[in-house]
């Protein structure tokens, strides 16, 4: 078998080692989490189920020992006698037995014994029940004298639906019967609501979980969010989670458990929430990172070490290849290394070898082009201009004007001495300034009094070069957008001077302004604003070139160009 196959399976080998690795460490993980999740999902369960049935054992007893006293006061001599005769020694003894009940209880907030006839004993706070001369016809009344000397329990009651709880109860009603079994009255206990919340608090349901009681006609007794007492529809929300096994509440999954009070129609439900399980998510994720994280750098340092070897040879090509690659140097071919190593080596220098001509092939067609595009940019002449100086000259003729003919003779003849003169296209500030002025003195020929122009150029900035043609473009411009279209006369103003680095001049004039939707239509002379701009990113770089500062009165364009060309 030869080196590539030993090579090959090498490298599969590294491969199939890591994948089954990783299954293996995912197979695990997902099996653990699983099981986990199982037992700590049962666990949650058991909890809650222990917790509930708790609870109401606890409340079923505390129930109890409300029965025992109505039942101690309910069979009172007292309490008959004053039910019955409503004396004042019978008033004073059983008064006196219900507040030693009420100091002996702080969850009883108020105590009353109802007569048939209207009569009544009151110990305590005000009752949430409402006392009168027809109570006998309430609910809660008849309700107690249908319970048969049993407790009758109330769901939450209070006067106006307020969220002060210290101010609801839960009432408890008892039927008061003589010797004969006849109807006597009512005894009535309001035990506080905060009674149930206190106990309930202590709950361990999780941090999402929560405890309410219902009773059997749906009213809820207790329940930790105050809008079920308002909300008749979330009341009713309730009743359906008698029926489910779980619960989803706010995107949290909670766990259920309900369990009967006895001696009561209440029904106690707790909800279980499950941070534990997502706790032990977190923790599974974890361990898997963890341990993955062991296992890939263990199988990294095991593959560098076993396929060093091969690879060394490699990574020193690939080093002298980075040592001259800036300049593209061909690497010398090792003569003691495997053949494959040779072979990429050969076609590496192959490679740099075409790159080369094609490098030193692209350089030349972009010099070559880029001096086509400046000399063509910069050799065209406005055959308008040409004709329109001429057409000046034979009617300053007809006119006899010599003076003005040699003027502008001079002018033409110094301006297109600038254009066709021979150089690198490049030429002094003070030359190219030449060459407007000799443009400006034969367009102020043309239209005499409504042109005026100023050049301010400072004696120190003479000297420095500049792309030849680039102002008088300019000046066109601002004469044909600017000064004619204003039908009055007009200046031109032409300046240089030295910012940021760089050589800017500056055209202004006072005409009409720039239109912003003509800006791309400006082409005088064949050169325009679009031809100069691009000129002069030509020679300057794309940092240089024209901006135009605004479009009001006077226009202003100016040319940005490098101080050191």
Known sequence: ?????????????????????????????????INASTLLTKDNELRTSEAVSQSAKYIEGYLNKLKAMSDVI???????????????????????????????????????????????????????????????????????????????LNAVRMSNFTSDKNKWVVSISREVVNDDNEHLGVLLMDLEYRFFENYFQSMDLGNNGYAFIIDEKGQVVYHPNESYFENEGKAEQLQAILREGTYVENNKTLIKYQKAIGHSTWTLVGLSSLENLDLLKREVIFSLFFVGTIVFFIALVGSAMISRKITQPIKALEASMDSVHDEWHEVPVEQHTFEEVQELTYQYNLLVREIKKLMTDIKKQEQLTREQEIKALQ????????YNTLDTIVWLAEFKASDKIIDVTKSLSGLLRVALKKDDGLIA????????????????????????????????????????????????????HGIRPKDEPGIIRISANIQNDALEILVEDDGVGINLKEEKDLVLGGVGLTNVHQRIQLICGEAYGLKIDHFANPTQVKLRIPLDL
């Open 74 to 152: 309910a069979m009172d001599v007292d309490t008959k006698e004053f039910l019955e005769l409503s004396t004042p020694q019978s008033e004073s003894g059983i008064q006196a037995l219900m507040e030693l009940i009420l100091a002996g209880d702080n969850n009883i907030l108020s105590l009353a014994l109802v007569s048939v006839d209207g009569h009544s004993i009151v110990v305590g706070q005000d009752m949430a029940m409402t006392l009168s001369e027809d109570m006998m016809n309430q609910n809660w009344y008849m309700e107690a004298k249908n319970s048969h000397q049993m407790p009758a």
């Open 429 to 480: 500030l003070e030359e190219e300034l030449e060459h407007v002025e000799h443009y400006l003195k034969i367009q102020s020929m043309r239209y005499e009094s409504y042109l005026t122009y100023v050049i301010d150029m400072p004696k120190d900035l003479s000297k420095y070069k500049v792309p030849k043609l680039v102002v008088q473009p300019l000046v066109e411009n601002a004469i044909y």
């Open 379 to 386: 050799s065209q002449i406005n055959p308008h201009f040409l």
């Open 1 to 33: 078998m030869g080196f590539k196959n030993m090579r090959k399976m090498h490298v599969q080998l590294k491969i199939y080692v890591f994948v089954i690795l990783l299954l293996a460490i995912v197979l695990l993980s997902l099996l653990y989490y």
